[in-house]
């Protein structure tokens, strides 16, 4: 993979730091964002060529990385008009970093391998912090010599890449391992409503979760924010229900009962409603809360 050209598709949150570290890796790199405007500054500030479609993206690269916001984008970015496949050659690999449901991945995958294009769906975990610092873990979906081909790749993007299985497992092990991230999320929100309600020190019951056993990442890195309220995004609260949704979805399709992950949907939907779907998913906590009640 040395001297791969790179096509990068998704310049958000999590796709602008993640090619930063390709760019910073010396990868040459083509990219495409919805905004234009956005992906010319981006390739101003790391020495990248900006494409006016996902197709000339495609015919620049040897691979071509989409992390975009659902299934829907990453189908129309790849196999749509002017879409990746329109432009490629023959062994392209697509990797899609996005997440979204597996039944999606397999049949972008199917369609995809029609055009001689590989696919591997590689979803990731480790919020904006983990790509900022090329410390993500990766789930990897795919067979054993397409994941061998994306390593080198991988190996600067993350600090961990678990080979999950077939094409749209990875998408399956992010789906349920965000469900986790996001009931934890809320249970701790409920305790520091129900801690502020009955007269605690919340800094001091934070010490102490951080400090025993019911200390998680979660309480890590969201219990601060859930008390000052500090909500910048570094996972938008409407990007995790949909991970939830998803996650919902794949537990009914194994006929699984998934009652926590069902109570969690409902809280991230009260938190959206409530106007706080572009704010990290820390804003949980607003469901919890009368409008204009304080937390802290």
């Known amino acids: ?29 083509t990219v495409w964002n919805r905004t234009t405007s956005v992906a010319r500054q981006w390739a101003a500030e790391h020495r990248a060529t900006v494409a006016a479609t996902p197709a000339q993206v495609a015919a620049a690269s040897d691979v071509v990385i989409t992390i975009v916001v659902n299934g ?10 002017d879409g990746a496949a329109q432009g490629a050659s023959k062994g392209l690999l697509c990797i ?14 199917e369609q995809l391998a029609q055009y001689g294009i590989d696919f591997i769906d ?7 912090p983990g790509a900022e610092s090329g410390t993500l873990t990766i789930m990897a979906g795919g067979s054993a010599e397409q994941i061998a081909r994306a390593q080198p790749i991988f190996d600067v993007l993350g600090a961990k890449t678990v080979h999950c299985g077939p094409l749209g497992d990875g998408q ?19 305790v520091l409503v129900i801690a502020e309600h009955a007269g605690l020190n919340l800094d001091a019951l934070l010490a102490v979760i951080d400090s025993g056993s019911a200390g998680s990442t979660i309480s890590k890195l969201k219990g601060e924010v859930m ?5 910048q995004p570094l996972f938008r609260l409407d990007h995790m229900l949909k991970d939830v949704n998803l996650a919902l979805d794949l537990a009914a399709e194994t006929d699984t009962p998934f009652d926590y992950a069902q109570q ?6 009260q938190a959206s409603a409530a106007g706080f779907g572009d704010q990290d998913f820390a804003a949980v906590i607003e469901a919890l809360q009368p409008r204009g009640d304080q937390t802290g």
């Open 1 to 29: 993979m040395s001297g791969a050209r790179i096509g990068f598709i998704g310049l958000g949150i999590m796709g602008s730091r993640m090619a930063a570290k390709l760019a910073d890796a010396n990868f040459e790199l």
């Open 72 to 81: 829907e984008q990453v189908e129309q970015l790849l196999l749509g008009p």
């Open 96 to 109: 899609d970093m996005s997440t979204i449901a597996p039944a999606t991945t397999r049949a972008i995958g």
């Open 122 to 128: 590689a979803p990731v975990t480790g919020s904006s």
């Open 172 to 190: 399956s092990a992010k789906l349920l391992s965000n469900a986790i991230s996001a009931t934890n999320a809320a249970v701790l929100a409920q």
């Open 227 to 231: 008390l000052t309220r500090d909500y």
């Open 264 to 269: 969690t949907r409902i809280l991230l939907e």
